[in-house]
């Protein structure tokens, strides 16, 4: 089956930095996608990891290790816009074209 | 802009009446995807079309079809809509199905059934 775990919310304070934890079990791998969702409005994509290892974009950075199926998104210089749900999605299975979502961690930036 | 749109922003229909959401896109994208979303979950992939190949998942209702007349459109028909069915319906682009680019959503539109 495919699963994709990430904590349900998560509390930060402005000017800080949180990490946002994703695991995942899925039937082929062939990427991983954080997406930003502020609420009632659509995703924004925030970063994408095929290869091991940590990208970097901004206050914003992904590391993902395939061997572990396991990937973090790391927010840097916390402001109060971040709050938002952050969704980790996986392109799996035998397809290329199928994008797997977990259910988004909900991130409350406290001032 | 290139864009990707959707009409209505807000739907309400009544149960078992049927109703049609439209999306569009201007990025001339090939993959087009249709995500259910209800309150706080994950949106749910219902189907997506790779061009004009049709892709349902097999947990879709058989009472969600789906349409693209060509590239630029596509749309979800709910044939006789429950109440379980209220969400936030999201559309999606991709430039290529073994492109590792990253989707480009729409708004969503608010499906609610009285």
């Known amino acids: 089956g495919q699963n994709i775990d990430q904590p349900t919310e998560m509390t930060a304070t402005e000017g800080a930095i949180v990490q946002i934890n994703c695991t995942y079990q899925t039937s082929g791998f062939n990427g991983l996608f954080w997406y930003q969702q502020h609420a009632g409005e659509a995703p924004t994509f925030l970063s994408y990891?095929?290869?091991?290892g940590l990208e970097e974009k901004g206050r914003f950075s992904s590391f993902l290790s395939r061997s572990k199926g396991y990937s973090y998104l790391l927010l840097k210089e916390l402001q109060m816009k971040d709050s938002a749900s952050y969704l980790c999605a996986v392109r799996a299975g035998n397809r290329d074209d199928k994008i797997i979502f977990g259910k988004g961690t909900r991130l409350h930036i406290l001032p | 802009d290139a864009m990707v749109i959707q009409n209505p922003r807000y739907q309400v229909t009544q149960f078992g009446k049927p109703v049609t959401l439209s999306c569009s896109q201007t990025?001339?994208?090939?993959?087009m995807y249709w995500y259910q979303q209800k309150s706080s979950q994950a949106p749910k992939l219902l189907f997506h079309y790779y061009d004009k190949d049709f892709n349902n998942e097999a947990d879709t209702p058989d009472n969600f079809q789906s349409r693209r007349p060509n590239t630029s459109f596509c749309f979800l028909d709910i044939r006789s809509p429950g109440l379980g069915d209220a969400a936030m319906y999201l559309c999606?682009?991709?430039?290529?199905?073994?492109?590792?680019?990253?989707?480009?959503f729409g708004p969503g539109t608010r499906l609610t059934v009285l």
């Open positions: 990891n095929v290869l091991d």
């Open positions: 990025l001339n994208h090939n993959v």
């Open positions: 999606a682009t991709s430039s290529d199905r073994y492109s590792y680019n990253e989707q480009f």
